[in-house]
């Protein structure tokens, strides 16, 4: 439709916000040509897609966006054995195991990396905190060497790049393709070692889980340690920047939390709300679907743009509006860190780390406010979001009173 910025122009990758108004409010439902996709971005129409009661929707998408580079991962499987499979990773991110076994390794790297530049009285948090702690996490949650962290990362960057890839770049791809086989060739020697002499490790707990007589193969493993890259890293690593995007450009909201850390799950929550890390998930048609009145054919492509749904203002009260205090977002569930925005998606799929995300961030944003008294943003800065698929600051350079 003439009246909303295409996906694929530069006003859209400026400000996709006042696009996704348009669309919500003109075509909640189109077909996008050039993307060959069908396109969602309401809320309730966004939280019916995720909760599929009807199982109207598949992850098959997945199979051409995911597999080149990580091989068969969680999110290509559906019913049972989806289920089982998620029964088998999931209790390493929550309970006993989060908390007494990874909350210690979450500290450390945050420590560590804030001892990089706690006397410097400035830093791009960007490049120094959120696009490393993540990685560095999950790397030392699997328990790798931490001589093996920076290749680690390397990875990293060239998997996120073959994901938000939209153009097809045939070098970027290649780079992503090689990835899968290195990182192939790197853990599949380790998870053998592990397979053989177990310890208290994310990796180990990989190898030795079973449900129902189902246990994972070191390619299973793999392809879900080359997932976490991905779906925990780059994640996280947006929200955490994103957060302190929006506690910056609130004097008022970051001299609350400054005040009384318990409010950080609140800003956590509120930023996966207003500057979510995910902004579009894909899924395809089991069979012919009626969506906020249109019909979609069994087979096509959907594209829910989270960004959009969880700034609707049939949804929430003055949706562009950052707020940590607003009523209308509430966490309704402690266990799962579910709140009622979508930025973790819903149903089968929702996010399996959402506690660890949380964890890292109330650890990660504490220890970073701690070591930063009076952090404002550094003069002259202005603050720049970048991405379609993923979406989040550029860099946050700020300066600060280095505490004696
Ligand atoms: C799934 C977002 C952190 C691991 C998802 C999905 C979303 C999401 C939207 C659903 C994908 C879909 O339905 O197609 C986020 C955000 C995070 C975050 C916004 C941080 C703020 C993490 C962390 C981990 C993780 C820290 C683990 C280290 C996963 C996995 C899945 C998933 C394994 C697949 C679950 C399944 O297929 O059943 N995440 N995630 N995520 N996430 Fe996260």
């Not at 991110?93 to 990089?116: C, H, K, S, Y």
């Not at 079973?210 to 780059?234: N, Q, R, T, Y």
């Not at 609707?312 to 562009?320: G, H």
């Amino acid at each position: 439709p003439a009246a909303v910025p295409d996906i694929l122009s530069p006003e859209f990758a400026a400000d996709p916000y006042t696009a996704y108004r348009a669309m919500r409010d003109t075509a909640p439902l189109f077909h996008h040509e050039a993307i060959g996709s069908w396109i969602v971005s309401r809320y309730e129409d966004v939280e019916r897609v995720f909760k599929d009661k009807a199982s109207e929707f598949t992850t098959e998408n997945y199979d051409w966006q995911l597999e080149p580079v990580h091989g068969r991962t969680i999110l290509q499987l559906s019913g049972r054995e989806h289920a089982v499979r998620r029964a088998l990773v999931a209790p390493a991110f929550r309970g006993r195991e989060l908390q007494e076994t990874f909350v210690p390794v979450i500290e450390r790297n945050a420590r560590e990396l804030i001892d990089g530049f706690r006397h410097a009285g400035e830093v791009d948090l960007v490049d120094a905190f959120a696009t490393r702690f993540p990685v560095n996490v999950i790397a030392d949650m699997l328990g790798l060497d931490k001589g093996d962290h920076a290749k680690f990362h390397g990875w990293y960057t060239k998997v996120v790049a073959f994901l938000s890839n939209l153009t097809g770049d045939p070098g970027i791809m290649a780079a992503g393709e090689r990835t899968r086989v290195e990182l192939a060739e790197y853990l599949l020697p380790v998870i053998q070692e592990r397979r053989n002499a177990p310890g208290e490790d994310l990796l180990s707990s990989l190898c030795t889980a079973e449900v129902d007589g189902v246990s994972m193969s070191d390619e299973d493993i793999k392809a879900f340690c080359s997932l976490l890259l991905a779906a925990g890293g780059e994640t996280t690593d947006k929200a955490i920047a994103s957060l302190f995007a929006n506690l910056l450009s609130h004097p008022d909201q970051l001299a609350a939390v400054q005040k009384d850390r318990s409010l950080i799950d609140r800003a956590f929550a509120e930023t996966l709300r207003h500057t979510p890390p995910v902004h579009m998930i894909m899924r395809q048609t089991a069979v012919d679907v009626t969506v906020t009145g249109g019909r979609i054919p069994a087979g096509a492509t959907v594209t829910c743009l989270i960004g959009a749904a969880n700034r609707d203002e049939r949804r929430y009260t003055d949706p562009d509006t950052f707020n940590l205090f607003r009523e209308d977002l509430t966490t309704t569930n402690a266990f799962s860190a579910a709140a009622d925005h979508l930025a973790f998606a819903l149903g089968r799929h929702f996010c399996v780390g959402a506690l660890l995300a949380r964890a890292e961030v109330r650890i990660g944003v504490g220890q970073l406010l701690d070591a930063m008294p009076g952090v404002r943003l550094a003069d002259g800065a202005t603050l720049t979001e970048q991405g379609l698929f993923t979406r989040g600051p550029v860099s946050v350079p700020v300066t600060f009173t280095p505490v004696r």
